[in-house]
């Protein structure tokens, strides 16, 4: 077939202009992110300097993360290792740090960069946490990526680390993280405007994983299909939540990508509630693996389900 033909033909051609427009040298620093949140910043603050490795990609849910070998290669070669932190790893990061067998990246090491410093941290719980209550976040919920108004303090983060470990880039990165900052400050005020009309209304979620993003919009999440997070809930539990919803005419119930939805559609179908499956990350969808598009998507989808809603 021709079109195989043609295809053949024009390789030689784009291996050349691969070759004529490859940088010079390979990139100054490897950075390796634990999830695609963190990696996200680490790219538009470090450009083409960075090259950027992403352990849980966004459609992975990264509470539960297999450890793979390859993971461990990665670690071995990283400059900088970028993690959410607040125990979203804990359950994998410990073991394959420990099996690279890399200072550069080790705790109190210029490399080991939890991003969750400078941030305000939701639910930090009072007193002691028992297994009993399900996977519960001792040091707070770590889902922060969801509010836009974080990543501009982490893209402090992620610069300051950054001129640790290359400070010939410094100005290279301080000019990014300038633009991406400008481009976030921007657009925060747009999807508040958008989400004003819906500031006060209830909303069930799945796992305890929205605070963030309702928080900032001013939503109110009454209650979960999770009671205990990590754990299936029970058909007790989900009767007495059937039944708060329809008393106050909950207009959405929210859950992410990475979550079975047969029990939720039921739930949806039998309250009237909206169910709207949103990507928790950053690549969650294909073309959504950067963060300003990425809020834009859970903006528009919002408003879209409210004014549904209210439309009824
Ligand atoms: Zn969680």
Not at 83 to 105: C, D, M, S, T, V
Not at 284 to 294: I, Y
């Amino acid at each position: 077939m021709h079109v195989e033909y043609a295809t053949k033909r024009l390789l030689p051609l784009v291996a050349i202009c691969a070759v004529v427009s490859a940088p010079l040298q390979a990139a100054e620093v490897r950075v390796v992110a634990t999830t695609s949140d963190v990696a996200a910043v680490f790219q538009r603050v470090g450009g083409e300097r960075v090259e950027v490795t992403t352990l849980a990609k966004g459609y992975m849910d990264p509470h539960y993360l297999q450890a793979k070998p390859s993971y461990i290669v990665s670690l071995r070669r990283a400059d900088i290792l970028a993690y959410n932190g607040l125990q979203l790893e804990i359950g994998w990061l410990p073991l394959i740090l420990q099996g690279a067998r890399n200072n550069k990246i080790n705790l109190g090491q210029p490399g080991h960069v939890p991003m969750s410093v400078r941030l305000d941290i939701l639910e930090i719980p009072i007193g002691e946490v028992s297994r009993a209550q399900g996977d519960v976040h001792p040091e707070g919920n770590p889902h922060y990526t969801l509010d836009p108004r974080n990543l501009i303090e982490m893209a402090s983060t992620a610069e300051a680390a950054l001129v640790r470990v290359d400070p010939e880039g410094g100005s290279i990165y301080a000019g990014n993280r300038a633009a991406f900052v400008t481009q976030l400050q921007e657009q925060i005020p747009i999807w508040e405007r958008k989400l004003a009309p819906y500031r006060g209304r209830p909303i069930v979620c799945y796992h305890k994983q929205w605070e963030y993003l309702l928080n900032w919009l001013e939503l109110v999440p009454i209650d979960y299909v999770e009671n205990r997070p990590g754990i299936p809930p029970s058909p007790r539990h989900v009767e007495e939540l059937e039944r708060r919803m329809r008393e106050q005419g909950v207009p959405i119930l929210l859950s992410s990508t990475f979550i079975d939805s047969d029990q939720l559609e039921r739930l949806s179908e039998k309250t009237g509630a909206k169910l709207l499956v949103l990507p928790a990350a950053v690549g969650a969808e294909e073309e959504l693996d950067e963060p300003v598009a990425f809020f834009a998507h859970l903006v528009e989808e919002l408003a879209a389900a409210f004014a549904d809603g209210s439309s009824d």
